[in-house]
């Protein structure tokens, strides 16, 4: 995004923190009226599945409307300010996925006392992935974090932020610190089966090598004993051109041939994809494969619940079961 359009949402923003202060009551703000306990608002679908479980009864949860297209994406509007206004936490995914937006949102909904929390920062240094994020979050840093932010699609390092949930829940909440306790347990221990269940499906595969949508997978590829090659698209949303295709190809087709490629839901109308798996076939990788592969970026709030991240994430393994060899 170039200045001028960075210049047009920070004027947006003002906007927003102008229409919140004009709002009438709590009423209006999206909060159950008679639900005690702590007002959690997160950044993206993952967390809204990890929070659920975490928070059972004991405090409420909310996904910020914005983010039905991802915390790369999300522009908020009033609706997401005036969520905020009265939350309590606002849990977000950090390691620069979402940029500045959290800060800009939170000083519009004029909740001084909201908590933004980031909880990638909870992960040991030594579990991160270097990687570079191409999106463009409407800051002064949009593309180079350094860190892969992806974090949430390893169960491992998942599991750290589960932990950061029900730890800010514990704080906020000292009444039900053991039920905290016990749902983060339970679901802690949901994620470290899913782990064992998936490395169970694929342990057979000889051929472990493809080449991903969009570089995003690199925590799922190391908990899986996966081996990335290459990604269809640098920058998401972006066909690649035919230098950067006809490179991926010649990679693609040596020997041994990488022959999974991924595609993702959420770029349904690109043909990269299914291009390279063509040439390949053309070339005589007679099985190569196409492969849908979700990085659980974007949902709506009708989509979600409480087990939507670990069956998005074992339609995941199943797809690549299938496909492998």
Partial sequence: MVRTGR???????????????????????????????PKVVVSFAPLYC?????????????????????AHHFQPTDRDALLLRRADLFLVNGLGLEGGKPAQVKKASGNAN???????????????????????HGDDDPHDHGTDPHVWLGPDTAVYLVQ?????????????????DRRAAAYVAKLRKLKADGLDMLKDKRDRRLVTFHDSMAYFAHDFDLKIEGVVQKVPGTEPNDKYLKDLIRKCSGNPPVRVICAEPQYANSGAGRELVKTLQYKGVADAALV???????????????????????ANLDALAKAMR
């Fill in 7 to 37: 210049g047009r949402w920070r004027a947006g923003l003002l906007g927003l923190a102008l229409s919140v202060a004009g709002c009438g009551g709590p009423a209006d703000d999206g909060w159950p009226a008679d639900k005690a306990g």
């Fill in 50 to 70: 990890f929070a659920l479980n975490v928070a059972g009864d004991d405090a409420v949860v909310r996904l910020l409307p914005a983010a039905a297209g991802g």
């Fill in 114 to 136: 909201l908590k933004v929390v980031e909880l990638g920062g909870r992960i040991p240094e030594k579990l991160l992935r270097q990687g570079v994020c191409h999106h463009d």
């Fill in 164 to 180: 950061g949930i029900r730890d800010e829940l514990k704080a906020a909440d000292p009444a039900h610190e053991a039920d905290y």
């Fill in 292 to 314: 849908e592969l979700d990085p659980l970026e974007t949902a709506t709030a009708e989509q979600l619940d409480a087990g939507w991240y670990e069956a998005r994430m074992r």
